[in-house]
């Protein structure tokens, strides 16, 4: 089974940029779907962007044109550039893992596709 463990996180002002980071261990990362999601205080959580193992991504429309998810398999590797960010991108950021299947209709459910979870890692944006 793998694991991941997300870092980048941090605070930023409006406009600012951050990338995070995923470190997936313990098995071959190219096996799985892999994600990111985020929760803000209050809110459900939400799928932010997916990539398939062929480097196919999606992006929820809210970010969409200022993040981008990328991939470094051989480093078993996944990231999330955030550029443009505004107050409301403050959330914790989790990187996930599902079996293939969970790329379709990704965003449904919260997430509950995705059977391996970070420990999330805390995004700030201030105005």
């Known amino acids: 089974q793998v694991h991941v463990a997300e870092s980048g996180g941090g605070s930023v002002q409006a406009g600012g940029s951050l990338r995070l980071s995923c470190a997936a261990s313990g098995a071959s990362y190219y096996r799985y779907c892999m994600a990111w999601f985020r929760q803000a205080p209050g809110k459900e959580r939400e799928g932010v962007a997916r990539?398939?193992?062929?480097?196919?991504?999606d992006y929820a429309a809210s970010v969409k044109g200022r993040f981008t998810i990328s991939q470094d398999v051989a480093m078993n590797t996944l990231y999330l550039q955030m550029n443009s960010l505004n107050p409301e991108d403050t959330a914790m950021y989790y990187c996930v893992a599902g079996d293939p299947p969970a790329c379709y209709d990704w965003a449904s459910r919260e997430g509950s596709k995705f059977h391996v979870w970070g420990q999330g890692t805390q995004v700030t944006v201030s105005s």
């Open positions: 990539i398939t193992r062929d480097g196919d991504d």
